[in-house]
């Protein structure tokens, strides 16, 4: 079992934009998530078994799931970034019966 690992957060403007990356070989990618401080930990986009992706109401419109299948890696694109979108990003994959998550990538965005 291997550990996904996030990258790509940052420090950004409102309206600004970020793409993040979940890097997890030899698993299937089950979504991303994020934590805002002092709230629980939220969906943000999962894919369903036949590969569909569904989208947090507060991100839809806004945000895009892709993958490179070649570099085992699964990209979020975040277009019109809010302050409300600000918190700790996770990808959660499923690898050989287990559920991993990685350890996170911070996105901040200033108004």
């Known amino acids: 079992q291997v550990q996904p690992v996030e990258s790509g957060g940052g420090l950004v403007q409102a309206g600004g934009s970020l793409r993040l990356s979940c890097a997890a070989s030899?698993?299937?990618?089950m979504g991303w998530y994020r934590q805002a401080p002092g709230k629980e930990r939220e969906f943000v986009v999962v894919?369903?078994?036949?590969?569909?992706?569904i989208y947090a109401t507060s991100v839809e419109g806004r945000f895009t799931i892709s993958g490179d299948n070649a570099k085992n890696t699964v990209y979020l694109q975040m277009n019109n970034l809010k302050p409300e979108d600000t918190a700790l990003y996770y990808c959660?994959?499923?690898?050989?019966?287990?559920?991993?998550w990685g350890q996170g990538t911070q996105v901040t965005v200033s108004p």
């Open positions: 959660k994959v499923h690898s050989k019966g287990a559920i991993l």
């Open positions: 030899g698993s299937f990618f």
């Open positions: 894919v369903t078994s036949s590969g569909s992706p």
